[in-house]
């Protein structure tokens, strides 16, 4: 059994974790709501340019598509686009992303597809690279700063570079979505070639200057790197969501550990003190 001396040490030692776990809440807390900000603010921007695109599409046919939007007529390469966080300490929130992941990855190797990978984030990397690792492409980390388009421009070059390269026939997106900061959903999104949405009949008639073959071949690249955006975003929104609610059960279950030690210091010592005290009494009693 323990000493009184190593459970005080112990005792110390959760005290300074909790305090580590109840300052990384704080921190987490503190930086949600400007990253759930950034996430509303650029999910009305990303809809409007699917729905844009949608609306070009109707009035474009065939052969006239551009490739972005018609695609090569294959889908027998594909490149897998995993998005998670540089940091852990947020429960199963990159795990949940890699595990969707695995499992698209899988099914297009199990239905004979050739498969390649592309990571952003650290997480990604270091958790597929030991099971996909000959099939990476590329792998970007996110830094401190919080995702630009800036910073999101050298990846979709990147892919937009390898696809009209023509190394693949399908490009797509796998991140997280948020929902609430108690929730966030693995989201698997076809990103090239472009998806176009139902109208249903229901397309408003525009007169398009230029034409609309014209404007798709400059807007489709850009959404690419606005889709991207919109992905690493929803990714800091859930991480620091998942950070706040894995901190705050560190906490608490660090201020359970250490009432549970104190209960068994306090009875250690207790023992210890009868102990003494009945050796002082047979001591005296045998004079």
């Not at 005792?11 to 305090?19: A, L, R, Y």
Request: glycine share 6%.
């Amino acid at each position: 059994m323990a000493t009184v001396k190593e459970m005080r040490t112990r005792i110390g030692s959760v005290k300074s974790t909790q305090k580590i776990t109840k300052a990384l809440q704080m921190v987490a807390a503190a930086k949600l709501r400007r990253a759930q900000m950034a996430a509303d603010a650029a999910r009305p921007y990303a809809q409007h340019m699917s729905a844009i695109i949608s609306n070009l599409a109707a009035g474009v046919a065939g052969r006239d598509a551009p490739l972005l939007l018609k695609g090569t007529g294959s889908d027998r390469r594909q490149l897998v686009i995993v998005a998670t966080s540089d940091r852990g300490l947020a429960g199963a929130f990159n795990s949940a992303i890699v595990r969707a992941a695995r499992q698209k990855i899988a099914a297009l190797i199990e239905a004979g597809k050739d498969v390649k990978i592309l990571t952003i984030g650290r997480k990604a990397r270091d958790q597929l690279r030991r099971q996909y690792g000959e099939r990476f492409v590329e792998s970007y980390e996110l830094g401190l700063k919080a995702p630009s388009l800036a910073s999101v421009k050298p990846m979709a070059e990147r892919v937009l570079g390898l696809y009209m390269a023509g190394q693949f026939d399908v490009v797509t997106l796998i991140h997280s979505h948020f929902k609430s900061v108690v929730t966030q959903v693995p989201v698997v999104k076809q990103l090239i070639p472009a998806q176009v949405e139902e109208t249903g009949g229901a397309t408003a008639l525009y007169d398009y200057e230029p034409d609309e073959e014209t404007i798709l071949e400059a807007l489709l690249p850009q959404n690419v790197s606005v889709q991207i955006l919109a992905a690493l975003l929803e990714n800091q929104a859930g991480f620091f969501a998942s950070q706040m609610a894995a901190m705050d059960n560190a906490t608490r279950n660090a201020g359970d550990l250490i009432n549970a030690l104190t209960i068994q210091m306090n009875r250690t010592r207790q023992a210890k003190i009868t102990t003494e005290l009945i050796e002082i009494i047979a001591g005296a009693a045998a004079v």
